[in-house]
């Protein structure tokens, strides 16, 4: 999830598209791992050690049974599977509603942007 070279980072795309995306040179990734991911990485890092939704018994999570929830996910996520999503749900309320988006990974909203953008927007004209 913190990738210290070009090469880490293109595993991570892989990871996180359902696609494959092999036509992004080494140079720019290299320019990204530099940009995105040097700067202040311990701190990042700590960040990153505190992600424990579904991972111990703790939840650090409050529900919001009075507030109306959007979690969109992809099918496909490699990254976070879908029964996060499903448990995610489950945590923050009767008022939540979970999206999946068929053959998406972890970046619905970059790989099918017009479906993704139609959930938001079904969402928000719902909820006002």
Request: aromatic letters at 6%; glycine letters at 4%.
């Amino acid at each position: 999830m913190l990738p210290a070279t070009a090469v880490q980072l293109q595993t991570l795309i892989g990871l996180a598209m359902s696609r494959r995306v092999d036509v992004i040179p080494r140079f720019f990734l290299n320019d990204i791992v530099q940009k995105l991911y040097s700067d202040k990485r311990k701190e990042k890092m700590e960040l990153l050690k505190g992600l424990t939704l579904g991972r111990d018994d703790t939840t650090n999570l409050s529900p919001l049974p009075n507030k109306e929830v959007l979690i969109v996910w992809g099918d496909k996520d490699q990254i976070f599977p879908l029964e996060m999503a499903t448990e995610l749900k489950e945590l923050l309320g009767p008022k939540t509603r979970l999206e999946v988006i068929k053959n998406t990974s972890h970046v619905p909203q970059v790989e099918n942007p017009i479906q993704f953008n139609n959930i938001v927007e079904s969402f928000l004209c719902d909820s006002s």
